[in-house]
């Protein structure tokens, strides 16, 4: 019996006591617990969507309605070109973010600023070109409670479709302009010092955790709204 | 430190990894949903969806197992996180064909909703919806929408 109990600790001893059993920090348990919740959110609403979507007959077609970039005339048909570029803004942004986190375990703070500032760079640019997209289809005359467009087979459309576009990507959008304030005082913290001082740079890594998690719900949402 | 310093060259080279992973994947995604503008046959569009939530699902893993740092994390925490997800397997699947069973009951029993599909409006114009109709302007629509609806009534004609 004593055997098989001292056999079982080898592999189980993390929960004995004494020690994290997940070996983190308190706070990146907890942010994996915020954005596992956050996760069950954006579900919710992406979920929603494809239900409403799927009990209605018709649905605007994306292509027909994504389909203009800043600078174009009006009559312009670039489906999918904006949003790619969008897409590929946060990717970029992401991996700057994976960067500082890399360079504060390398207590490199130079690094950290840099990164840092690419990835600030990168959030504001996203939020542009979602200010500016929002601002174009509010021009066309989409709103919440308005829907300027028609279903793909050319029946008339319901207010569902822009309803759940200007919720759901304004949801993600308040997410990154959440992200995009929290890596501002992360970087005004690191200009501080005060990650010097503690002699870890973990809040980074926190912060890089919330924003890798905003990529990826733009990983969804883009597939849900732009290509399906 | 030298622990990380010996670690240095393999973050590096796994981050430029999974970044030419997503780019490719997001590539592919944009190729294909390009290629879909074009095609009208419903399976195949179906085909090509199937294989964009693939990528989709593929991408998220990457993000979440390379970027957010959790491949590399203890069983414990991994288990925490990715099990209470596995209930979004049940949400779609339930609410999915929830949401198809209440379309085909509508179309079975509710012959509004099932005209609603078959009447076909003018592109780019200011179009009466259901919400729209609501407002004040719907008074000043009402002639306008006159004229439209005998022209619906040609366009089923001639689809018929």
Redesign the interface.
């Known amino acids: 019996m004593s055997n098989v109990t001292t056999a079982s600790t080898k592999e189980a001893k993390w929960w004995n006591g004494g020690k994290s059993p997940f070996d983190v920090e308190y706070g990146k348990v907890m942010m994996w617990y915020f954005l596992m919740s956050d996760a069950f959110t954006f579900g919710a609403f992406l979920i929603a969507y494809g239900t409403v979507r799927f009990s209605t007959n018709g649905w605007p077609n994306p292509n027909e309605v994504f389909k203009s970039y800043p600078f174009a005339g009006e009559g312009t048909n670039a489906p999918l070109v904006f949003v790619s570029i969008m897409t590929f803004i946060l990717i970029v942004s992401s991996v700057t973010m994976v960067l500082a986190v890399h360079a504060g375990k390398m207590m490199d703070k130079k690094g950290v600023v840099r990164n840092m500032i690419w990835t600030i760079i990168g959030g504001i640019a996203f939020l542009s070109c979602q200010a500016w997209e929002w601002n174009h289809l509010h021009h066309e005359g989409a709103w919440w409670g308005m829907n300027p467009f028609i279903n793909s087979d050319g029946t008339a459309s319901t207010t569902n479709f822009t309803n759940f576009f200007f919720t759901i990507t304004g949801f993600h959008g308040f997410h990154v302009l959440s992200g995009v304030v929290i890596n501002i005082i992360m970087l005004i913290m690191t200009l501080t010092n005060q990650f010097e001082k503690r002699g870890h740079y973990l809040m980074i890594e926190k912060a890089g955790l919330y924003w890798h998690f905003v990529d990826l719900v733009w990983v969804f949402v883009f597939t849900c709204f732009y290509l399906l | ?1 030298s622990e ?2 010996h670690d ?1 060259h393999d ?2 080279a796994e ?1 430029k990894k999974v ?1 030419i992973i ?2 490719v994947l ?1 590539i592919i ?2 190729i ?3 290629w ?2 074009g095609i009208t046959s419903e399976g195949m569009r179906l085909a090509i ?1 199937g294989t ?2 693939i990528l ?1 699902l593929a ?2 893993f990457y ?2 197992a390379y ?3 959790l491949k590399h ?2 069983k ?2 991994i288990m ?2 990715v099990v ?2 596995a ?2 397997i049940w ?2 699947t339930a ?2 064909s ?3 069973s ?2 085909n009951l ?2 079975t029993y509710d012959p509004h ?2 005209e ?6 003018e ?1 780019k114009e ?2 009466a ?4 109709a609501k407002e004040s302007k719907s008074d000043a629509k009402e002639g306008k929408s006159e004229a439209k609806e005998s022209k619906s009534e040609a366009t089923e004609t001639k689809k018929d």
């Open positions: 430190m990380n310093t240095h973050v590096i981050i970044t997503l780019s997001t995604e944009l294909l949903g390009f879909m503008i969806k964009i939530v989709m991408k998220a993000i979440v970027f957010m740092h994390e203890l414990n925490l925490t996180i209470p997800l209930l979004f949400f779609i609410f999915l929830d949401g198809n209440f379309r509508r179309n909703f099932k609603q599909a078959t009447i076909k409006v592109a200011e179009v919806h259901a919400t729209d």
